[in-house]
Structures are given as structure tokens and as C-alpha cells.
């Protein structure tokens, strides 16, 4: 029989740091309210053996594994479009809520990602943690009275070689 407390719902939060080597502590700004689901998906590419006495492939062996994160940022904060835009942080000028952002050519940015929900341990908390990650792509910036403006953000989750455990891509901790 199945057991209600794998049954998760509730939203998540999502939250960036700049990338740190050897699955090192990031430090961690939420991206604020979110709007829609966050999605952390694997697809793997195969080899497959197919002898010529079988009638299909007897084998099929991985050979690249790649993940991607997908979150939609209600929130259009000058520090969420250094990180949906591919900026770097020198883009960003002025201070308080005064500020300029300079946007150019995209440039190779690296974060860790942290996405934080239900979960079925102890405090009820599940946390994923990606270690490096580059924004993949953004959706158009709206500016409509028809509705709240949002970023969509499509982030690659890279291997991280540096990292000396199995968790090359990320961990999942139930606490």
C-alpha cells in the first residue's frame, strides 16, 4: 500500500548563488515570489546494441546525462535580470532601489541553485541543491496592464567535475 507523506504539495522556493568549487557553501538570495511550478528535469542519451539476431536492441547504455532547471520569477528585480539575462554583477550600478542595468552581449555566468519544498522527513523539508548552472534561456519582459509581469528562466545544470562525491549535478536531502 502507498504512503501519503511521499504525496508532496505546496510551492517551493528558488534560490541563486554565485558558483563555488568542490560542492562548496554557496551564499543564497531567494529570487522572491514565483509564479507557476518549478521543474527539475533529467534526459539521458543512450547507446543502444542491437545484434542481428535480435529483433531489437538488447542493450542500452548511457553515455550523457543532462538536467535542466525551470522556474518563473514574479519578481523584476535588477539582481533577477543579472541572472535571467547572463550579466554579471559589474552590469549593475546605483543603490537602494535607484539602480542602472547595463545590458550587453550575454557572458558565461555560473550559479548554484537551491530549490526548496515539501518533503516527507522530519521538519517536512525537501532541498535540492544544483551545483553549477547557467541560465539556458528568458522569456520576453512584458510590461502590460492585463496582467503581473514575470521572467520565465531556463537554467542548464551542469556537471560540476570538481565536485568529489556522486552528486556531480545536484543532491536531494529529505530532512
Given at each position: 500500500?502507498?504512503?501519503?507523506?511521499?504525496?508532496?504539495?505546496?510551492?517551493?522556493t528558488?534560490s541563486r548563488?554565485?558558483?563555488?568549487?568542490?560542492g562548496g557553501?554557496?551564499?543564497?538570495t531567494?529570487?522572491?515570489?514565483l509564479?507557476?511550478?518549478?521543474?527539475?528535469?533529467?534526459?539521458?542519451?543512450?547507446?543502444?546494441y542491437?545484434?542481428?539476431?535480435?529483433?531489437?536492441?538488447?542493450?542500452?547504455?548511457?553515455?550523457?546525462?543532462?538536467?535542466?532547471?525551470?522556474?518563473?520569477?514574479?519578481?523584476?528585480?535588477?539582481d533577477?535580470?543579472?541572472?535571467?539575462?547572463r550579466?554579471?554583477?559589474?552590469n549593475?550600478?546605483?543603490?537602494?532601489?535607484?539602480l542602472t542595468?547595463?545590458?550587453?552581449?550575454?557572458?558565461?555566468?555560473?550559479?548554484?541553485m537551491?530549490?526548496v519544498?515539501?518533503g516527507p522527513?522530519?521538519?517536512?523539508v525537501?532541498?535540492?541543491?544544483?551545483?553549477?548552472?547557467?541560465?539556458?534561456?528568458?522569456?520576453?519582459?512584458?510590461?502590460?496592464?492585463?496582467?503581473?509581469?514575470?521572467?520565465?528562466?531556463?537554467?542548464?545544470?551542469?556537471?560540476?567535475?570538481s565536485?568529489a562525491?556522486?552528486?556531480?549535478?545536484f543532491?536531494q536531502?529529505?530532512?
Amino acid at each position: 500500500m502507498g504512503d501519503t507523506k511521499f504525496v508532496l504539495r505546496k510551492g517551493g522556493t528558488v534560490s541563486r548563488s554565485a558558483y563555488v568549487t568542490a560542492g562548496g557553501a554557496g551564499t543564497f538570495t531567494d529570487v522572491g515570489y514565483l509564479d507557476g511550478p518549478i521543474t527539475l528535469a533529467l534526459t539521458w542519451e543512450d547507446v543502444e546494441y542491437e545484434p542481428e539476431q535480435e529483433d531489437g536492441p538488447i542493450l542500452s547504455e548511457p553515455f550523457s546525462t543532462r538536467a535542466a532547471l525551470k522556474f518563473v520569477m514574479s519578481e523584476q528585480s535588477v539582481d533577477n535580470f543579472l541572472l535571467s539575462l547572463r550579466q554579471p554583477a559589474a552590469n549593475k550600478s546605483g543603490t537602494g532601489d535607484n539602480l542602472t542595468l547595463l545590458v550587453g552581449a550575454a557572458q558565461s555566468q555560473y550559479h548554484q541553485m537551491k530549490i526548496v519544498g515539501k518533503g516527507p522527513g522530519t521538519t517536512a523539508v525537501r532541498t535540492w541543491t544544483v551545483w553549477k548552472c547557467a541560465t539556458e534561456s528568458s522569456s520576453d519582459i512584458t510590461v502590460t496592464k492585463r496582467e503581473f509581469g514575470k521572467v520565465e528562466v531556463a537554467m542548464k545544470c551542469l556537471v560540476d567535475p570538481s565536485v568529489a562525491t556522486a552528486d556531480k549535478i545536484f543532491k536531494q536531502v529529505d530532512a
